[in-house]
């Protein structure tokens, strides 16, 4: 079956811009999470939704970072104001309940230039 | 301050050899402890995980084993295979919760 989808694979931008990033998790998966990995570290969690609500949001690094789920499916992170520290992979995972085996999509690799 | 620490950053053994890889943790809370493996350009995949209330889990080439006291686990891959060339991540979670706290990988090489 299909496993968690990110778009885009790549983005670059410049320092300042808007940039939206994009998941797919699994279908009938109710428990979606994103992740940030930096070069040569493990994944750090941003934030976590049960449904359409952030149910843990205490990862998000600054107000510069939001995540929405409307549907309770899709998901969509969205960084204003990039900066150049923001460079990294940014990894969704989906769960069937919380408690449950997290799998993860393929990433979306960000640069900021 | 890293509470999911694997302090070897690479590890190289030969094909048909035992891989371990270690993992410390310093937050008693934790009670679940999973490990993925990740290939270049692809996100982590779950590979074992084992609660706090066994001490071994096994399945097929891979065993990890959890010691409470010295929060510490290992994960064994016997026999190594070319294939399992690649990122292993220790990573650890509340049952109750949700995020997961991962350590910084091991890079296993498998020379044929």
């Known amino acids: 079956g299909a496993g968690v989808s990110q778009t885009p694979s790549n983005k670059v931008t410049e320092k300042g811009k808007y940039v939206e990033l994009r998941c797919d998790p699994i279908?009938?998966?109710?428990?979606l999470y994103w992740y940030r990995q930096s070069l040569g570290q493990g994944p750090e969690f941003l934030i976590y939704?049960?449904?359409?609500?952030?149910?843990?949001d205490s990862g998000l690094p600054n107000d510069r970072f939001f995540a929405v789920r409307p549907e309770g499916s899709v998901s969509t992170l969205k960084i204003q104001r990039t900066e150049r520290g923001d460079s990294a992979v940014y990894l969704c995972?989906?769960?069937?309940?919380?408690?449950?085996?997290?799998?993860f999509g393929p990433g979306t690799r960000l640069t900021v230039l | 301050d890293q509470q999911v620490k694997q302090n070897s950053p690479s590890l190289s053994v030969q094909e048909g050899r035992i891989s371990i890889l270690n993992c410390d943790y310093t937050?008693?809370?934790?009670?679940?402890f999973l490990w993925y493996k990740k290939y270049p350009a692809e996100g982590p995949t779950f590979l074992i995980s084992?609660?706090?209330?066994?001490d071994k889990n096994e399945d097929g080439r891979f065993t990890v084993f959890l010691n409470k006291s010295a929060k510490h686990l290992s994960l064994h891959i016997v026999p190594s295979q070319p294939g399992d060339s690649a990122v292993y991540f220790c990573?650890?979670?509340?049952?109750?919760?949700?995020?997961?706290?991962f350590g910084t990988g091991t890079r296993l090489a498998v020379r044929p």
């Open positions: 937050n008693s809370m934790f009670d679940y």
């Open positions: 084992i609660s706090s209330i066994k």
């Open positions: 995972a989906s769960s069937l309940l919380r408690t449950d085996t997290q799998y």
């Open positions: 279908s009938g998966h109710t428990a």
């Open positions: 939704f049960q449904g359409t609500g952030a149910a843990d």
């Open positions: 990573a650890a979670k509340k049952s109750s919760g949700d995020k997961l706290t």
